[in-house]
């Protein structure tokens, strides 16, 4: 099974269950678009697509990263 999880400076903020990785992608793509209130970058998109995971520390005092991961 897979979730996303958001984490909000070294918290974890919430997970959602998701049944593919493309649900998961397109998840992540979703909430980072308005978490950073606006659109994500070519690299940030690649980053998604090739490491299940988005990383962004533009502010130093509210660090984000979303990420697919795998349990049960």
């Known amino acids: 099974m897979l ?3 958001k984490i ?3 918290s974890l903020g ?3 269950e998701v049944s593919s990785y493309e649900e998961g992608i397109d998840l ?8 950073l209130n606006r659109e994500l970058t070519d690299e940030e998109i690649d980053d ?3 490491s299940y995971e988005l990383y962004n520390d533009d502010d130093a005092d509210n660090v984000f990263t979303w990420s697919i991961g795998t349990f049960g």
């Open 14 to 16: 919430s997970c959602y």
């Open 48 to 50: 998604v697509v090739n």
């Open 3 to 5: 979730f996303v999880a």
């Open 28 to 35: 992540i793509k979703g909430m980072a678009t308005e978490q």
């Open 8 to 10: 909000h400076n070294n």
